[in-house]
């Protein structure tokens, strides 16, 4: 079956870097993206890749290792505003993104 | 301002009703899609469609069905709601391919009692 496997919460520090890891598995595979969903609104879009290694995006970088299935966000000198969830989502054979539940990243002063 | 508009932003229905979920984008964009989101899971695809006069079915379309008459609207139906189906609803579009970008609605709020 195809699955998407990320934490379900973690706690970071304002001003800290924080690593938000994502597993996937998927029939086939055209790229894994990140997006960011703040509480009661719609997903935004962060990232996306499809070759291995690390793109980087001012404070955000994501990472992408196609042979191990995994792939990570990146989050350095943390703000509040970044209290959010994380969507990792895989794109299969058929072009269909599968979701991961999602990590809330809680930010504390 | 362009962007994807829902409707209405929040509902709720009694079971056996039907109901038709609102989607419209102004962005020109080919592709659009209809996700639910419940808590604990990930976005779940429901219906997608990859142009005008096209549809196809996703992950769970059970229950629902859609249409897209013209490029600009998507809307979802449920043809007898039942409380399995409380959620929450986004569409979402993106240009051409599926590897572009997908855009999301503000989402609507259904709750089916």
């Known amino acids: 079956g195809q699955n998407i496997d990320q934490p379900t919460e973690m706690t970071a520090t304002e001003g800290a870097i924080v690593q938000i890891n994502c597993t996937y598995q998927?029939?086939?595979?055209?790229?894994l993206f990140w997006y960011q969903q703040h509480a009661g609104e719609a997903p935004t879009f962060l990232s996306y890749n499809v070759l291995d290694g690390l793109e980087e995006k001012g404070r955000f970088s994501s990472f992408l290792s196609r042979s191990k299935g995994y792939s990570y966000l990146l989050l350095k000198e943390l703000q509040m505003k970044d209290s959010a969830s994380y969507l990792c989502?895989?794109?299969?054979?058929?072009?269909?993104?599968?979701w991961g539940a999602g990590t809330k990243l809680i930010i504390k002063p | 301002i362009a962007g994807i508009t829902q409707a209405p932003t929040s509902q709720i229905l009694a079971a056996g009703r039907r109901m038709t979920l609102r989607c419209t984008q102004d962005m020109r964009h080919n592709a659009m899609y209809w996700y639910r989101q419940d808590l604990g899971l990930g976005l779940r695809l429901i219906h997608y469609s990859n142009t005008a006069g096209t549809t196809g079915k996703g992950e769970v379309p059970d229950g629902y069905s859609v249409s897209r008459a013209n490029t600009d609207d998507f809307p979802l139906t449920l043809a007898s709601a039942v409380p399995s189906q409380t959620s929450v609803y986004f569409c979402?579009?993106?240009?051409?391919?599926?590897?572009?970008?997908?855009?999301f609605g503000p989402g609507t709020r259904l709750t089916v009692l």
């Open positions: 998927t029939s086939g595979f055209n790229g």
């Open positions: 989502a895989g794109m299969d054979s058929n072009y269909q993104l599968i």
């Open positions: 979402a579009s993106s240009e051409a391919g599926a590897t572009d970008t997908q855009y």
